[in-house]
């Protein structure tokens, strides 16, 4: 058995103001391995987006614990922050709003270069087009700013971005849910290619089971702020146990 990538140990969360009773997050457990995809699925205010905050180190949990590659995400100082990042990364749902929009897509992939200091000046601009290749996007995209490229062309620098900093664990939260169908699917077999080229792991956070079902190896169902069902995605489809899960296979609609 392969030792945990990313271990979320007991975590608890609750927002200021919510009082004990009701957290966001309550005693959430989940583990995932070097390689594969864990899907967490569940619907609106669930806790899924909190808990993918917490696992990046942008919220610090109430309780319990979050470890990449054995180092706590929640540790203090800059060198730690820096340490994080270089080993997890975030994809947001809305890359529109995650990019600068000042700035123009060589300047949004060359920052995370020059501060973990990871290319010498004079091959940032090879290192720009690379990442832009990486992820299928033309050289000359490097001039452009965000509002000039399409939703999957911003949500694809957003991958490059992330990607950049050369992190082991990508947490992507919702990735695709703002995209049209078609988009969807590119940007979903992109992060599949991405994961054989480079070994990547991923915790996916998604709404819909059928892209969860597309991508992970195994799905954790979140409801309330719990994890209320595990296991392997085919078991999970096929054979639900928990009432919550049989409930969100059952609200799905038929497949043409």
């Known amino acids: 058995m392969r030792e945990p990538l990313l271990q979320i140990d007991n975590v608890r969360f609750a927002y200021a103001g919510q009082g004990a009773t009701k957290p966001t997050v309550d005693g959430v457990t989940l583990i995932v391995r070097p390689g594969e995809t864990l899907g967490l699925v569940g619907e609106s205010g669930c806790g899924k987006s909190t808990l993918a905050r917490i696992a990046v180190g942008l919220l610090r949990a109430d309780q319990g614990s979050v470890r990449v590659s054995g180092a706590d ?15 997890v990364q975030m994809v947001f749902q809305d890359p529109h709003g995650s990019l600068n ?4 897509i060589r300047s949004l992939l060359a920052e995370p270069l020059r501060l973990h200091k990871l290319t010498p000046p004079d091959r940032e601009q090879t290192a720009v087009e690379e990442l832009l290749r990486q992820v299928g996007l033309s050289p000359a995209t490097s001039e452009k700013f965000p509002h000039e490229l399409s939703g999957g062309q911003r949500q694809r620098v957003a991958i490059a971005r992330a990607l950049a900093v050369r992190p082991q664990l990508l ?11 078609s988009i969807q ?10 994961q054989q080229e480079l070994g990547l792991s991923y915790f996916f956070i998604s709404h819909d089971l059928r892209v969860v079902r597309y991508i992970a190896d195994r799905i954790a169902v979140m ?11 085919d078991a999970v489809w ?12 059952a609200s799905l609609p038929p497949e043409l």
């Open 101 to 104: 929009p000042r700035l123009r």
């Open 73 to 87: 995400v929640a540790a203090p100082g800059s060198a730690a922050r820096l340490a994080r990042a270089r080993r």
């Open 171 to 181: 947490v992507c939260d919702e990735p695709v849910s703002a995209l049209d169908v």
């Open 238 to 249: 096929q054979a639900p146990e928990h009432p919550y899960t049989q409930k969100l296979l």
């Open 185 to 194: 699917a590119q940007i979903l077999n992109l992060l599949r290619d991405l």
């Open 223 to 233: 409801h309330q702020g719990r994890i209320v069902e595990t296991g392997e995605t």
